[in-house]
């Protein structure tokens, strides 16, 4: 069973500050996505990272993926009371079919 | 594009009663996932389907859950009877084959279930 843990579980900050989620395993992923979910909806895709080392921008938030592909990070610099909500990384095992692996989630609260 | 669409939003039964949930994934997907979703154990994948068929179901969580699909556009979760346990928001997600991309999943926005 491949398992994904996110750390920190509760993140609450100030507006304008940075900070960093991380999703660690011992298992090696095909892929990793992050989502993001806000109360009363599902999640909601933000990236999909496939290549070791692999680093993309998606306006303030970073992700990058590590270079034997068993880590991610999510950067979000000058965080916004928008980027409020629940953080889930999740990946695809080489040998699990379709199936998602799903991390326990970051809830972030940004205030103002 | 019409997204991932679920019914009903909320529902609301007694122990013992019969629920089913339904859901139409977005045109052209062939991967369709049901997830169940508390505060205890995050997001649980409970079954899912590829091309109507059903995959994996190995997180149904008893025989009480059946889940079913009997074509490209509808799939529903059912429970019978129902327990307070089963008390979680289900969501249900799709995808579709995609070089380089093949497990992007795409939620709907969740059913609230309440078994009193």
């Known amino acids: 069973t491949q398992l994904l843990e996110q750390s920190p579980q509760f993140l609450s900050i100030q507006e304008g500050e940075n900070l960093t989620v991380y999703c660690n395993s011992s298992s090696v992923f095909s892929s990793l996505q992050w989502y993001r979910q806000e109360p009363g909806e599902g999640p909601v895709l933000l990236v999909t990272?496939?290549?070791?080392?692999e680093v993309k921008k998606l306006k303030r938030l970073t992700f990058q993926f590590g270079d034997a592909r068993k880590d991610s990070s999510l950067h979000i610099t000058a965080a916004q009371p928008g980027d409020t909500g629940l953080y889930l990384c999740a990946g695809a095992a080489e040998t699990s079919g379709s199936r998602l692996t799903f991390g326990e989630g970051t809830q972030l609260t940004v205030n103002p | 594009d019409a997204g991932v669409i679920q019914s009903p939003r909320h529902e609301v039964t007694e122990m013992g009663q019969e629920v089913t949930l339904r859901c139409k994934p977005i045109?052209?997907?062939?991967?369709l996932f049901w997830y169940r979703q508390t505060m205890m154990r995050g997001l649980e994948l409970l079954i899912y389907?590829?091309?109507?068929?059903?995959?994996?179901d190995s997180g149904m969580p008893e025989d009480r859950f059946s889940a079913k699909m009997p074509n490209a556009s509808f799939s529903t979760l059912k429970i019978q009877p129902s327990e307070p346990r089963d008390s979680a928001v289900y969501f249900c997600a799709s995808s579709r084959l995609r070089t380089g991309a093949l497990y992007e999943q795409y939620f709907g926005p969740g059913t609230r279930l309440t078994v009193t």
């Open positions: 990272v496939v290549t070791g080392g």
């Open positions: 045109s052209g997907h062939d991967y």
């Open positions: 389907f590829n091309n109507n068929v059903p995959i994996d």
